[in-house]
C-alpha cells in the first residue's frame, strides 16, 4: 500500500480499505437521496461542485458526468450526518473516491473517513480536531525538523495558512493527482497517521530551499506552489515510511487529546470574555437609559 496501488487495482482495494472500516447496510444510501431530494438543498454544495476539480474532465462543467454523482453523494452524507452536514473539503474528497469507485461506494468511502479514519469533530462547525492536529503538526516538527521550526518561528510563519488544507482535503489541493493518489493509497490502508507522515516527509524534501527563503513573502509564494513540483513522490514516500521512523502513533494520540484539551479551554476562557463584555455593555445601556430618564 505505501508503494502505491497499480491504478488498474485501486477501485477494488479501496473499496475493500472502505469494508474493512465500515458495515454497509443494504438499501441506506437510496434511502438517503430519498430523503435529501426532500430535504432543503444545501446551497453551498452547489456552489462548490464546479470548484471541485476544474481541471478534471468529469466535474469541469455541469454537464461532465461527475457532477451529479457528486452533488448525490454530498447531499446524502448530508443526511447522514447531521454534525457534519457539508464542509468546504468534502467536496474533494468525494470526488477523488469517484475516480475509482461507484457512487454508492464513494458515500461508504467518505463515511469511512469522516467517521473512522480522522477524529470526531474534523468537519463540524467547530473543526476543532483539524485546529489540533495542526499543533500536533507544530509539535512533531519542532522534534524531527527543528532547524525548519527554529526558521519559522524566525519569520513568524504560520504553516497551518497552507497545512490545515493539505489535511482537510487529504492534500489534493497541494499535490498532483498521481502523487496525491500514492498518499491516499496509505491512508485509506493506515488512517490518519499518514497525513503526519507525509506533511513531514515534504517539508523534509524541501528543507533546504524552504531555509533559503529569507523573509516571509517569498516563503508564502514558495509554500504555496511547492507540492505543484511532486510529480514522482517515491523520494517523499521514502523518507515518510523510513527516514522518519520510528513514528509511533501513542504519541500522536497523546497530543492530539492535549490539544484538544486545550482548545476546550481556550473555548471556555473566550466564552466567558464574551460573556463579561456582553455583560458591561448592557450594563452601560442601562446606565445611559437611567440618566437619559432621570434627567427627562
Known amino acids: 500500500m505505501r508503494d502505491g496501488v497499480p491504478t488498474n487495482l485501486r477501485g477494488r482495494v479501496w473499496k475493500a480499505c472502505i469494508d474493512i472500516r465500515v458495515n454497509r447496510v443494504k438499501g441506506y444510501y437510496r434511502q438517503l437521496l430519498e430523503k435529501s431530494t426532500a430535504a432543503k438543498v444545501h446551497h453551498q454544495v452547489e456552489i462548490d461542485l464546479l470548484r471541485t476539480l476544474p481541471n478534471n474532465i468529469h466535474y469541469a462543467s455541469l454537464s461532465s458526468d461527475g457532477i451529479p454523482r ?23 474528497i468525494v470526488a477523488i473516491l469517484l475516480l475509482f469507485v461507484d457512487e454508492e ?29 495542526q499543533r500536533v503538526l507544530k509539535d512533531l516538527i519542532g522534534e524531527k525538523l527543528p532547524l525548519l521550526a527554529t526558521h519559522f518561528a524566525s519569520l513568524n510563519f504560520d504553516l497551518t ?15 498532483p493527482i498521481r502523487s496525491c493518489l500514492r498518499v491516499w493509497d496509505a491512508f485509506l490502508y493506515e488512517g490518519s497517521k499518514v497525513l503526519f507522515r507525509y506533511a513531514l516527509a515534504m517539508l523534509k524534501h524541501f528543507e533546504e530551499t524552504i531555509l533559503s527563503k529569507k523573509d516571509l513573502s517569498s516563503l508564502h509564494s514558495y509554500m504555496r506552489t511547492m507540492g505543484e513540483s511532486v510529480t514522482d513522490i517515491s523520494d517523499i514516500s521514502g523518507i515518510a515510511f523510513h527516514d522518519l521512523n520510528p513514528f509511533p502513533m501513542r504519541p500522536v494520540d497523546t ?25 458591561s455593555i448592557l450594563k452601560d445601556a442601562v446606565k445611559e437609559n437611567s440618566g437619559s430618564e432621570e434627567s427627562s
Open 70 to 92: 457528486l452533488r448525490n453523494v454530498l447531499h446524502a452524507f448530508a443526511v447522514h450526518n447531521h454534525e457534519v452536514g457539508y464542509c468546504q473539503g468534502l467536496n474533494r
Open 255 to 279: 497530543k492530539r487529546q492535549h490539544h484538544l484539551q486545550r482548545l476546550d479551554i481556550e473555548h471556555a476562557d473566550m466564552e466567558e470574555i464574551r460573556k463579561s463584555f456582553e455583560g
Open 105 to 133: 461506494m464513494a458515500f461508504w468511502g467518505l463515511v469511512t473517513i469522516v467517521e473512522r479514519l480522522l477524529p470526531p469533530s474534523y468537519y463540524d462547525h467547530t473543526l476543532k480536531a483539524a485546529h489540533a492536529d
Open 161 to 175: 495558512l497552507f497545512s490545515f488544507s493539505w489535511f482537510l482535503t487529504i492534500f489534493v489541493d497541494h499535490l
